[in-house]
């Protein structure tokens, strides 16, 4: 769907109404509510089934049919072990009416000077997507996201606002209102520290503008490790601010190609996209010299990558 | 119950009272019709953000009285507010449902 930035979006159509109304029918019950309530509070982090049989009050009959419900119309997604999800689709639209995100937006005091900063940023830059509301609440939770994981939190602010800026992007061309005339290409490791890393910035510099690349990790580290930096620069690849973050749906439903290594069965899968799993050890603790044998492995298959996207590989496209 | 004493308060993670989530509920069984869905879209788009029955009416191509009718149940919930101009009748949306209808017709 083509998007035209400056002008407001039309309203809805009569099928696009009758899409949502069967959505929301499917929410529209008080243990629906309160389900979907407890999934969008983990913002798309997986919430054990047992859980939500817990905190609940209703039959596990009664939970079960919600659940499958919401799975149908696509507002909850199953994830691996027993789990579910909120789809991104309805953080965005439905935590306001569900009570979760405050109505107006919360007084710009509230937040730290650095995040709201960010926000506020973000929200010229989102402008013609996504709503005031949508952008803080983004910052926000992005925050939280890595502050639960963060050893040093000196530069927290900063993060969350490139992972703010990184989801909603993504979040956007999840939805289509982005022109996503480049591939969109996602690397996934476990610690987003060292594999994804080197991947990633390859292929930018080898692809420049012809590619959106994004990296993320299934449990990530504290930082990217220092001998990744040298392999790197030893090979001629800047290395761009890039930091470890967890693994987000939207990244991954934004994505033409998901790449992972060592960690294929923590990814989500949804249809249309195109998965690979590259079997790569993990340089973590190893000497340089296997560091450097890991880096030449996946520069190697980024290169065929590269080729098989058909991206031009001029050096003066890269950053 | 599920509760962890040990976490950081969190504002939205409030258990929810039976009542509140009753209220919601019935919001969305409001919100989960086809025209009430297009009607508000249309109140959203409009410029002034406010739009009369006819108008809404010759948009979605639907009778007045019908109009008149899902406008009621919007009115009802608190979802769209109602003011009589001259003949016309006037619809927009509820100045605290605002966000939430934005967010939802996204």
Same mark, same amino acid.
């Given at each position: 769907m083509r998007h035209a930035p400056t002008t407001a979006a039309p309203p809805i159509d009569a099928v696009g109404a009758r899409s949502l109304a069967t959505r929301l029918a499917a929410v529209a019950d008080p243990v629906a509510v309160a389900l979907l309530r407890r999934l969008v509070i983990a913002s798309g982090r997986p919430v054990a089934d047992a859980d939500l049989h817990d905190g609940v009050e209703a039959s596990a009959e009664e939970i079960d049919d919600r659940i499958s419900a919401m799975v149908r119309v696509g507002l909850i997604l199953p994830s691996p072990g027993l789990r579910h999800r909120a789809a991104p689709d309805a953080i965005i639209t439905l935590a306001t009416v569900l009570g979760v *995100?405050?109505? !107006?937006? *919360?007084? @710009?005091?509230?937040?730290?000077p650095a995040l709201r900063r960010t926000a506020e940023l973000l929200t010229t830059r989102f402008a013609s997507i996504f709503s005031e509301e949508t952008v803080r609440r983004y910052v926000i939770e992005s925050y939280r996201l890595l502050a639960e994981r963060a050893?040093? %939190? =000196?530069h927290l602010p900063t993060l969350a606002g490139r992972f703010a800026t990184e989801r909603l992007g993504a979040l956007a061309s999840a939805q289509g209102l !982005?022109?996503?005339t480049t591939p969109e290409v996602l690397f996934v490791c476990t @610690?987003?520290?060292?594999r994804s890393q080197i991947a990633a910035a390859s292929l930018r510099h080898l692809g420049g503008a012809g590619v959106h690349v994004r990296t993320a990790g !299934? %449990?990530? =580290?504290? @930082?990217?490790?220092p001998l990744i930096e040298r392999v790197l620069t030893e090979a001629g690849i800047p290395l761009p601010a890039e930091f470890p973050k967890p693994l987000t749906d939207e990244a991954v439903r934004a994505a033409d190609f998901v790449i992972t290594m060592g960690c294929g069965d923590a990814c989500p899968v949804y249809p249309g996209r195109r998965y690979l799993d590259w079997p790569v050890?993990?340089?973590?603790? @190893?000497?340089i010299e296997e560091v450097r044998r890991v880096r030449d492995q996946i520069i190697g298959r980024v290169a065929s990558l590269a080729d098989e996207l058909g991206i031009a590989r001029p050096a003066s496209a890269t950053r | 119950m599920h509760s962890s004493p040990d976490r950081q308060p969190d504002p939205g993670e409030q258990p929810l009272e039976r009542s509140d989530a009753e209220g919601i509920a019935r919001t969305l069984r409001v919100l989960a019709d086809p025209t009430r869905l297009q009607m508000l879209s249309l109140i959203l788009t409009s410029d002034s953000g406010e739009v009369t029955i006819g108008e809404l009416a010759d948009a979605i191509g639907f009778r007045q009285p019908t109009i008149t009718h899902h406008a009621g149940i919007l009115v009802d919930d608190g979802v769209v507010e109602r003011s009589v101009r001259g003949r016309q009748v006037w619809l927009s949306i509820a100045s605290d449902r605002l966000g939430a209808v934005r967010d939802l017709l996204r």
């Open positions: *995100a405050a109505d !107006t937006p *919360a007084p @710009r005091d509230e937040l730290p050893t040093v %939190t =000196a !982005t022109l996503a @610690r987003n520290a060292a !299934t %449990t990530p =580290a504290a @930082r990217i490790d050890d993990d340089p973590a603790g @190893r000497t | -």
